[in-house]
């Protein structure tokens, strides 16, 4: 954790749930939010308006899993970040693996999308991670650092914005880096947003995502630059999502 940060536990919903279960979780979630950590859900596009709904008055932040770069135009089957600024969003995920994998999402496009969120009024949560394969090889910081490079916008640090990372292969999978390389790669995240964005990079979040669960997030959150998880199967569960938060 970074003293004086306050802790981010985000869930990305995915793809998952229907419109009734959407509603019931972020009211299960609501109920046991807690002042130790900001909470957030990031529900799927069609369930964004009756989830604010839901969370009306309640201490849980609303985000969606992605935007387009354009404010606004012809782009079939896209949302805008003032869209999702309008219906109460206050974050937007974005250059997730499985965006940058199903979508061919680039840095750069990541870059645009993040302008325009910042453009928007919403905050960016910016995904980064290697795969197992540039692991194995030694190049897992490199790739990171470059991503960090060529998909955060000016403004960003301002904005208050949020790096998540998360190692491919440990998404969904059950497993996760040591406790020892999430702290190094961490670290090394700290130091590459200081570099860009000078004493201001001291204190933006870094998220931690890839099979986080209440059983081993107290360890996990405990490590130092790590100030929230990025949840995704185990966020799906009211219980599961409210464990990791008390894990803090
Ligand atoms: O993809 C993520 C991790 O998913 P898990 O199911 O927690 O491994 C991250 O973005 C949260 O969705």
């Known amino acids: 954790m970074t003293p004086g940060v306050r802790p981010l536990i985000a869930g990305n919903w995915k793809m998952h749930g229907t419109l009734a279960e959407a509603t019931a979780l972020a009211s299960g979630v609501a109920a046991g939010a807690t002042e130790k950590a900001e909470l957030l859900v990031c529900p799927p596009f069609p369930h964004l308006v009756p989830v604010a709904e839901a969370l009306r008055g309640k201490a849980v932040a609303l985000g969606a899993q992605d935007c387009h770069a354009a404010a606004k135009g012809a782009h079939t089957g ?3 970040a003032a869209m999702l600024k309008d219906l ?5 995920i974005l250059g997730h693996s499985e965006r940058r994998a199903d979508h061919g999402e680039s840095d750069a496009a990541v870059k645009a999308k993040a302008e325009a969120a910042l453009a928007a009024g919403l905050v960016p949560v910016v995904c980064v991670g290697e795969s197992e394969a540039q692991r194995l090889s030694g190049e897992a910081e490199a790739v990171v650092a470059g991503q960090l490079a060529g998909s955060l916008p000016e403004g960003f640090a301002a904005a208050g914005g949020v790096v998540a990372y998360e190692p491919v292969w440990a998404i969904g999978t059950g497993r996760t880096p040591t406790e020892d ?7 090394r995240i700290r130091a590459e947003l200081e570099k860009a964005f000078g004493e201001a990079g001291k204190t933006l979040r870094i998220l931690y995502g890839g099979s986080v669960k209440p059983s081993n997030a107290k360890g996990i959150l405990a490590l130092p630059h790590v100030d929230g998880a990025l949840v995704g199967g185990a966020s799906l569960k009211a219980e599961d999502f409210l464990g990791i938060a008390a894990a803090l």
């Open 181 to 187: 390389d999430i702290a190094a790669m961490h670290a």
């Open 88 to 92: 109460g969003a206050a974050y937007v």
């Open 78 to 80: 896209d949302v805008a």
